[in-house]
Nanobody, 119 residues
């Protein structure tokens, strides 16, 4: 099993930056990839980006590329989502996810952290 705990959400103004953290514990030796997703009220879950567990290769939603950056601190088993130039439409619950070696999809999820961007 893998446990994920997000933190760092909050209320910010448009144009601000915010960094979310995802602390990973449990069977980390089985993790292939980490991802960030978000879900706005009344909307479906949206892929934000992902990164290999080694932290070397990342990919992003085309609409967010350039503003959002994913990284991993290998010394702390923590994955980060740096969000810059935030917009009101970025308001969502942000979720961290992990893909275990036994799955072809992200199969471990955190509880989510709320990000609210005011105009």
């Amino acid at each position: 099993q893998v446990q994920l705990v997000e933190s760092g959400g909050g209320l910010v103004q448009a144009g601000d930056s915010l960094r979310l953290s995802c602390e990973v514990s449990g069977r980390t030796d089985n993790i292939i990839r980490m991802g960030w997703f978000r879900q706005a009220p009344g909307q479906g879950r949206e892929f934000v980006g992902s990164i290999t567990w080694s932290g070397t290769i990342a990919d992003y939603s085309n609409s967010l590329k350039g503003r959002f950056i994913i990284s991993r601190d290998t010394t702390k088993n923590t994955v980060y989502l740096q969000m810059n130039n935030l917009k009101p439409e970025d308001t969502s619950v942000y979720y961290c996810a992990a893909r275990g070696g036994e799955s072809s999809e992200f199969n471990y999820w955190g509880q989510g952290t709320q990000v609210t961007v005011s105009s």
